[in-house]
């Protein structure tokens, strides 16, 4: 094994933590690379991501989800769309690659805000980014919220996938939300520096 990815969603919510494995995996001297994909826009931090380089981890993740901010405030991610660029950029800075991930389809959103997180992402200063359609896991506070306004039901998810088939939050279909989507990885991909677009 030379390579390993936590995927944790808060991955660095305890410092201390973090600074911990680090230490350990310099104290065990083991050669490999690492990343992982929970860093919040409200915890970047210089020294952090100066000392997780240092111990091999070349790529840092966010959890954006949208470029809507009345659309982040609803899904309580508690971080202001103002600050994403300067924690991008702390990351950066670091020697960190860079990658977003967003939600699409959230309760109360429709096309045009869908396609204001596409163009959002497309600013951004990241190397890569995720998208995809929001689903209502069961037990979640978003489950309880989408029961609560009435958008499913709980036999909604009977034989349903992890990810929840064709469940949809909004009056778009989830094929028009995975469509914008791919979409979405499309134009990303094509606006990072020294992408070409074919002729």
């Known amino acids: ?22 230490d350990e995996i310099d104290s065990r001297g083991l050669d490999l690379i690492w990343s992982y994909s929970g860093s919040r826009i409200n915890h970047a931090d210089q020294d952090l991501y100066t000392r997780v380089r240092k111990s091999g981890c070349v790529s840092v993740g ?11 405030n609803l899904m309580q991610r508690r971080i202001n769309l103002n600050h994403v660029h300067g924690a991008i ?12 991930y967003f ?7 429709n096309e045009r805000t869908i396609r204001e997180t596409i163009r959002f992402a497309k ?13 209502p896991i069961p037990g979640t506070a978003l489950y309880k919220m989408a029961i609560a ?7 909604d998810f009977i034989k349903k996938d ?19 989507a791919r979409q979405a990885v499309w134009e990303f991909f094509w ?4 992408r070409r677009v074919p002729k």
């Open 1 to 22: 094994i030379n390579g390993v990815v936590f995927n944790d969603d808060m991955f660095d919510i305890n410092k201390k933590r973090v600074y911990s494995i680090c």
């Open 62 to 72: 966010f959890g954006i989800e949208s470029g809507n901010q009345n659309i982040v």
């Open 89 to 100: 950029s702390t990351a950066k800075k670091a020697g960190l690659r860079t990658m977003g």
């Open 103 to 109: 939600m699409l389809g959230m309760i109360d959103e």
């Open 123 to 135: 600013s951004l200063e990241l190397d890569n980014a995720g998208f995809s359609r929001v689903v």
């Open 149 to 155: 306004r009435g958008l499913i039901t709980e036999s």
């Open 162 to 180: 992890l990810f929840g088939g064709d469940i949809t939050l909004t009056p778009m279909s989830a094929k028009q939300i995975d469509n914008l």
């Open 191 to 194: 606006t990072r520096p020294g």
